[in-house]
């Protein structure tokens, strides 16, 4: 079945790069998309971006500057690098198989 | 960027209830509309896709319509496991966005 899992480290440092694996399995990523979504605390959900099944991307564009989404077809991994963090980035993080399945989440806290 | 203003945000409601959630585009979205549930431990599941075809799975208690700039997300009664946060996103254009969020409480 569809599973989809966020890893990465749970605290960052102010001004540090986030960087978050997303492993998928029972499907490809050759052949549909994921997207990486977030939920800053007592708000709702943001859209970071989306990686397509031929790679191409496509980012929030209040995040573009800082954001890159990548990928690895041959793990089934899905790469979110983010620099520049701040307080205000403290998060769940989480992938999704564009617009249906999602992973759990993956809380972050930026933090010295 | 397309707004999506979710209405109402917090809706108090009984067992066995009608109730539905509004979503308005700040312009046409051309039915590309998908609706999901956010349970209190974070999990999140698509109900309705298209603006009004069930996910798989979801109970035939939930449905959605709308056009243009105007949806809904209906239940028609209210489960114990249906109080949760309920979100829309649009996929019309890019950057995607997700309304505000209703939260469906138990009065």
């Known amino acids: 079945q569809v599973q989809l899992k966020e890893s990465g480290p749970g605290l960052v440092q102010p001004s540090q790069t986030l960087s978050l694996t997303c492993t998928v399995s029972?499907?490809?990523?050759?052949?549909?998309?994921v997207i990486w979504v977030r939920q800053p605390p007592g708000k709702g959900l943001e859209w970071m971006g989306v990686?397509?099944?031929?790679?191409?991307?496509n980012y929030n564009s209040a995040l573009k500057s800082r954001l890159s989404i990548s990928r690895d077809t041959s793990k089934s991994q899905v790469y979110l690098k983010m620099n520049s963090l701040q307080t205000e980035d403290t998060a769940p993080y989480y992938c999704?198989?564009?617009?249906?399945?999602w992973g759990q989440g993956l809380m972050v806290t930026v933090s010295s | 960027d397309i707004q999506l203003t979710q209405s109402p945000s917090t809706l108090p409601a009984s067992l066995g209830e009608r109730v539905t959630i509004s979503c308005r585009a700040s312009?046409?979205?051309?039915?590309?509309l998908n609706w999901y549930q956010q349970k209190p431990d974070g999990t999140v599941k698509r109900l309705i896709y298209?603006?009004?075809t069930l996910e798989s799975g979801v109970p035939s208690r939930f449905s959605g319509s709308g056009s243009g700039t105007d949806y809904s997300l209906s239940i028609s009664s209210l489960e114990s496991e249906d109080f949760a946060m309920y979100y829309c996103?649009?996929?019309?254009?890019?950057?995607?966005?997700f309304g505000g969020g209703t939260k469906l409480e138990l009065k």
């Open positions: 999704a198989r564009a617009l249906d399945y």
């Open positions: 029972g499907f490809s990523l050759s052949s549909y998309g």
């Open positions: 990686i397509w099944g031929n790679g191409n991307t």
């Open positions: 312009q046409s979205i051309n039915n590309r």
């Open positions: 298209s603006t009004s």
């Open positions: 996103l649009q996929y019309a254009t890019y950057p995607w966005t």
